[in-house]
């Protein structure tokens, strides 16, 4: 909170702090993103986070169309999870307008969620080693495997990216069985991706001297913080949603959570891998227990929703932590407020805490294990 | 998940735990039923330090801080009102009439705080503070030294809707440009217009 340039040098003494602006255009700095740090020597002694250089008033823009059209924006905020994305904005209509989702729609939301858990952890893990100089082998690795879910999006939904695949009350189309069993040979292959992954990265010297210790976060200050996702479980609290709120129909799958010890940058890149171990996990038991049936509720009306007078509030774990959206209906066919919960945003709270003391090439990879996406952090 | 106390308990409960705090209240009209306690500014941070430090509630997490731009509006219902009316013969005689009454309600601005337990895994629970209007008089206390978590979350919502957040250690715009001066998210708010030559051929 303090550290103004005259308090710093009455420590360190005149002309020993020194000023750098990280970005905004620095490869490693995960897209459009500046930290003022003030330096002594190597360490750092003050950060401050810069953003919303990709800011576009996204809520604004949702509370001038009508429900259904905030979707596709939705699909734009964290643009490397739009299935989940969307799965946050739909509960929150649904709870706002008391919609009921069919059975199949919940096990097809969940099959896409974790699908889209699975390639955003592993391209995650890519990232940050890309950070710590691994130029390109993990990073490709994970994005080999990414690929192959993508397709499976752009099989089921039109887009590879920007799905706008969920509807309040279910889906847009539904799955056919072929695409089912594509995903089943998929789920049965990625645990070996995971153990070749793991066993590339998890004993590695470079990684363990670089991560160990470094980017520490006590589990006080995590949970203060409002830290959520697997940057809260590496610190070693025992929170997600997924269990909490058992939204869907999670409470049907057994599933563990991971939890880490040291809550540094080593906790929170094995919380990543154990995730997609456990992630795969939850797959294999929905894709045994899909039912046949509708995938929306034919009584919804999509165009035109008009949500009684009130307010909800939705959450659901998305891959970086809890995303939330705030809707307040007056009862027409726009929402009065819409607001964002940006787990990215927030848990770029602590940054500074996390890097004071560290130097100053530990501070990117620091950032690196926060896992955020500027789409949704600028909104 | 332990269940929490209903809105009413809620209210004594802090009423009693922080003497002299006023709470309100606020149902919820839609299916989510998640009514929401709003609190008077003065007793604003011991209500949040109570709720935080009570061993029964312990709602360590606050996860969502927003503002909320209210105009000021005006609805007009119709009343049954009895009247005295002069009769034909020139006696007064009591009858009912109809008449439409406004109410003004001056406009405010609101934050409003969703608090969950990461210790008890409950929630939300929802606080609601409110700024005297939308002009002037836009302070409410900062609940940052309480929860560290709204801290950007305070920066943005005085950022986009100008609420002033006393006794937050860092209040800058986070979002849009230090030099920018509307406040883009209020509802009354005209952007410029998007016209590039503008600037050239005023």
Known sequence: MSGTLAELESIAGPGEIMEVSMGP???????????????????????????????????????????????????????????????????????????????????????????????????????????????????????REREKILDLFESLSGARMMC????????????????????????????????????????????????????????????????????????????????????????????????????????????????????????EQALRGIPEGPIIDPKVRLRGLRPKAGEAYGRIESPKGELGFFLISDGSTNPYRYRVRPPSMINLTILEDMCLGQNVADVVITLGSVDIVLGEVDR | MSPLPTPEDFKAQIEAGVPGSVVTVIPNGSPSAQHSLLVDNDHARAVALFLRDHPDLRLDYCSLVTGVDWLDSETTEKVKVKKLVDGPDGSQQET???????????????????????????????????????????????????????????????????????????????????????????????????DPLAEVHP
């Open chain 1, 25 to 143: 255009h620095h490869p490693s700095t995960h897209g459009v993103f500046r930290m003022d740090v003030r330096l002594e020597g190597e360490k750092v002694v003050r950060l401050k986070p810069v953003f919303g250089y990709l800011h576009r008033n996204h809520e604004k823009i949702a509370e001038h169309g009508a429900y259904l059209s905030a979707i596709p924006y939705t699909d734009r905020l964290d643009y490397l999870c739009s299935m989940t994305n969307n799965w946050g904005y739909v509960l929150a209509v649904e709870k706002l307008a008391g919609i009921a989702v069919p059975e199949r729609a919940e096990y097809i939301r969940v099959i896409a969620a974790e699908l889209t858990r699975f390639q955003n952890h592993a391209g995650l893990v890519g990232f940050l080693l890309q950070d710590m100089g691994a130029s390109g082998t993990p990073l490709m690795y994970a994005f």
């Open chain 1, 164 to 283: 706008n695949y969920m509807r309040f009350g279910g889906l847009r189309v539904d799955c056919t069985t072929g695409w089912l069993d594509e995903v089943r040979q998929l789920t049965a292959r990625l645990p070996r991706f995971v153990d070749e992954f793991e066993n590339l990265l998890r004993g590695n010297e470079i990684l363990m001297a670089r991560t160990q210790g470094t980017g520490v976060l006590s589990h006080e200050l995590a949970i203060n913080a409002g830290v959520t996702g697997p940057m809260l479980r590496a610190s070693g609290v025992n929170y997600d949603i997924r269990k909490v709120d058992k939204y869907g129909i999670y409470d049907r799958f057994d599933f563990r959570v991971p939890l880490g010890d040291h809550g540094d940058v080593y906790d929170r890149y094995m919380m990543r891998i154990l995730e997609m171990r456990e992630t795969l996990k939850i797959l």
């Open chain 2, 96 to 194: 009912e009439v109809e008449e439409t009454r406004k109410t003004k309600r001056p406009g405010y601005l609101e934050a409003v705080y969703h608090l969950f337990s990461m210790d008890k895994k409950h929630g939300p629970v929802i606080l609601r503070l409110r700024a005297a209007n939308r002009t002037d008089q836009t302070n409410i206390p900062s609940l940052t030294p309480v929860w560290r978590s709204a801290e950007f979350q305070e920066r943005e919502a005085f950022d986009l809707y100008g609420i002033v957040f006393d006794g937050h250690p860092d209040l800058r715009r986070i979002l849009m440009w230090d030099g920018f001066v509307d406040f883009p998210m209020r509802k009354d708010y005209v952007p410029p217009a998007d």
